[in-house]
């Protein structure tokens, strides 16, 4: 799964994606545990072979806000601090039991200069997320709240059967009360 998801991305030759995805381990995180915290440092990326993961914002009142969401096939990681190597300024936790493929993101920018391909991958990647924070945040700006179910609806499918509708809320800037309403309009 890792290997076709690479793949598809870069058309990597065997010996560096054997280099590469010889860095991931499986690891198995039960529902509510933290992949990345608020103040700590990250370390590790992952690949998300099942399971549904949130990256949110914690204000001091307490008020949770969901960024994004990682799925089946994606990677996850707490991207800011990797590359600031800065502490955490959200939380990544597991709203499902999730299988990943763990790597510590040290080793992988290390094969860099000795293989292209993979320096290429991670800016790939680094420009799709870029693209995809880009849209949302014009989304959130510009769309009514309906609009943002519908688009959440077509991006994740299977997440409304999978995880809390107050999250799903909160993804798309509404009170639970207004996305019920909103479900109930449909």
């Not at 198995?28 to 993961?53: D, Q």
């Not at 001091?60 to 707490?78: P, Q």
């Not at 499902?96 to 094969?111: E, K, M, N, Q, S």
């Not at 290429?120 to 014009?138: D, G, H, M, N, S």
């Amino acid at each position: 799964m890792l290997e076709e998801t690479l793949k598809q991305i870069v058309p990597f030759d065997d010996k560096t994606l054997g280099k590469l995805t010889h860095l991931f381990e499986e690891v198995h995180l039960k529902k509510g545990t933290k992949f990345a915290e608020k103040g700590e440092y990250s370390r590790n990326i992952a690949f998300v072979r099942s399971g549904v993961l949130r990256a949110y914002y914690s204000s001091e009142k307490a008020e949770e806000y969901n960024k994004t969401f990682f799925t089946e096939n994606n990677f996850v990681g707490a991207y800011s601090s990797l590359i600031t190597q800065s502490p955490n300024l959200i939380d990544i936790d597991c709203l499902t039991d999730c299988r990943l493929l763990v790597a510590t993101y040290r080793d992988v920018i290390a094969l860099y200069d000795q293989y292209p391909q993979v320096e290429r991958l991670a800016r790939i990647l680094a420009e799709q997320f870029f693209v995809r924070k880009e849209k949302r945040e014009i989304e959130l700006v510009t769309l009514e709240a309906k609009d943002r179910y519908v688009i959440f609806q077509k991006e994740h499918p299977e997440l409304e059967q999978l995880i809390p509708q107050y999250h799903i809320a909160s993804y798309l800037g509404v009170s639970p009360t207004q996305l019920s309403r909103i479900r109930a309009q449909r």
